[in-house]
T-cell receptor
């Protein structure tokens, strides 16, 4: 079981370029979550997706950021026209169930993260 | 919405010392709380979780945490730390009852264990 796979592990972009971060969830997991960790800060929720659906994007910046989880292939977090403030570690997590509206929350399994540096 | 706060940003201690990391949450309903650890250069790993039942939960690597409902706390403890416990520790819980797996994380506590 390969766990949650994220790539690239490190990505360097110049201001104005695009960044694409990929996440393959654990086998059997159909729920994907993206978190961002800014330097010296905790993890902040960005977006929650199921296959072909965005369930909750309340943590996504209104512009330049988008996420998808197609029927086939990994989930992708896309940042257009990157700025220095986008430099952060982006973590993906997956779970087998969504837990929406339930009394409990399922355990998330995290990937190793993708560290984006914007020059 | 629930918030999760961790008291200490940095903790430095020697091997064999006892460790306690504070975590407070704001949500008053049914809570599910987690402690995750991030070793240098690695991904977040689950240390332990509380869903219900015994408020004292045991996790991996000798860690435990106690859920105290009256204090809205879920502090992490380890009686005797090792150098390999050097890591960043995050407390987390659901953002709200309806949030399911959408977790709110505390700001993290960096623990440095000196050999």
């Amino acid at each position: 079981n390969a766990g949650v796979m994220q790539n690239p592990r490190h990505l360097v972009r110049r201001r104005g370029q695009e960044a694409r971060l990929r996440c393959s969830p654990m086998k059997g997991h159909s729920h994907v979550y993206w978190y961002r960790q800014l330097p010296e800060e905790g993890l902040k929720f960005m977006v929650y997706l199921q296959k072909e659906n965005i369930i909750d994007e309340s943590g996504m910046p209104k512009e330049r950021f988008s996420a998808e989880f197609p029927k086939e292939g990994p989930s992708i977090l896309r940042i257009q026209q990157v700025v220095r403030g986008d430099s952060a570690a982006y973590f993906c997590a997956s779970s087998p169930f969504g837990g929406q509206g339930s009394a409990g929350a399922n355990v998330l399994t995290f990937g190793a993260g993708s560290r984006l540096t914007v020059l | 919405a629930q918030s999760v706060s961790q008291h200490n940003h940095h903790v430095i201690l020697s091997e064999a010392a006892s460790l306690e990391l504070g975590c407070n949450y704001s949500y008053g309903g049914t809570v599910n709380l987690f402690w995750y650890v991030q070793y240098p250069g690695q991904h977040l790993q689950l240390l332990l979780k509380y869903f219900s039942g015994d408020p004292l939960v045991k996790g991996i690597k000798g860690f435990e945490a106690e859920f105290i409902k009256s204090k809205f706390s879920f502090n992490l403890r380890k009686p005797s730390v090792q150098w390999s416990d050097t890591a960043e520790y995050f407390c987390a819980g659901p953002a709200s009852k309806a949030a399911g797996n959408k977790l709110t994380f505390g700001g993290g506590t960096r623990v440095l264990v000196k050999p």
